[in-house]
T-cell receptor, first 113, second 112 residues
Framework: KAGVTQTPRYLIKTRGQQVTLSCSPISGHRSVSWYQQTPGQGLQFLFEYFSETQRNKGNFPGRFSGRQFSNSRSEMNVSTLELGDSALYLC????????????FGEGSRLTVL | GENVEQHPSTLSVQEGDSAVIKCTYSDSASNYFPWYKQELGKRPQLIIDIRSNVGEKKDQRIAVTLNKTAKHFSLHITETQPEDSAVYFCAATDTGFQKLVFGTGTRLLVSP
């Protein structure tokens, strides 16, 4: 069974640009969560989607947005990039058995110059 | 909302020693407490979790304890090995495991 796939793995942007990151969950998983990982802050919750609906949202500005498609693939977008947005963005999918385990992708490392 | 504090931020032990990482949470409604291990350059992976109706859970060399009254939980690793070297994150949630609040992580270094 393929794991969670995130693309791109690495990207470099400049301030003011926007970026779109993609996440394909494990087949059959319908819930996708996004986390931002930075060295001092650990993992911070961005948002969670289930069946194309955002069910939960973290405390990030409106520049951070996301969506989920009918095939459960999810994208997140960051507009008007700031230097502080440099981070590893992780997505995770959750199975339907309700065990609670998050299956993380390898992440997309964003560097904002 | 929930807030999770994790200590220590770094921990160095000798191979064979025990390691203990502690977390406190703020919301008494939290009911699920997982621990994730992230090796260098890799994705976080669940190593053990505990729910609020259980005080302790053990899996081979790893155990987690939960004190709901004091609102803290701990990860215990016995007989540490070099491959235990990683960053460990605790987490808590009161709104479902789709939205975890993580601690800031503990970097564990096990020296041979």
């Amino acid at each position: 069974k393929a794991g969670v796939t995130q693309t791109p793995r690495y990207l470099i942007k400049t301030r003011g640009q926007q970026v779109t990151l993609s996440c394909s969950p494990i087949s059959g998983h319908r819930s996708v969560s996004w986390y931002q990982q930075t060295p001092g802050q650990g993992l911070q919750f961005l948002f969670e989607y289930f069946s194309e609906t955002q069910r939960n949202k973290g405390n990030f500005p409106g520049r951070f947005s996301g969506r989920q498609f009918s095939n459960s693939r999810s994208e997140m977008n960051v507009s008007t990039l700031e230097l502080g947005d440099s981070a590893l963005y992780l997505c995770a999918s959750i199975g339907t058995r309700g065990t609670g385990e998050l299956f993380f992708g390898e992440g997309s490392r964003l560097t904002v110059l | 909302g929930e807030n999770v504090e994790q200590h220590p931020s770094t921990l160095s032990v000798q191979e064979g020693d025990s390691a203990v990482i502690k977390c406190t949470y703020s919301d008494s409604a939290s009911n699920y407490f997982p621990w994730y291990k992230q090796e260098l350059g890799k994705r976080p992976q669940l190593i053990i979790d505990i729910r609020s109706n259980v005080g302790e859970k053990k899996d081979q060399r790893i155990a987690v304890t939960l004190n709901k009254t004091a609102k803290h939980f701990s990860l215990h690793i016995t007989e540490t090995q070099p491959e235990d070297s990683a960053v460990y994150f605790c987490a808590a949630t009161d709104t479902g495991f789709q939205k975890l609040v993580f601690g800031t992580g503990t970097r564990l270094l096990v020296s041979p």
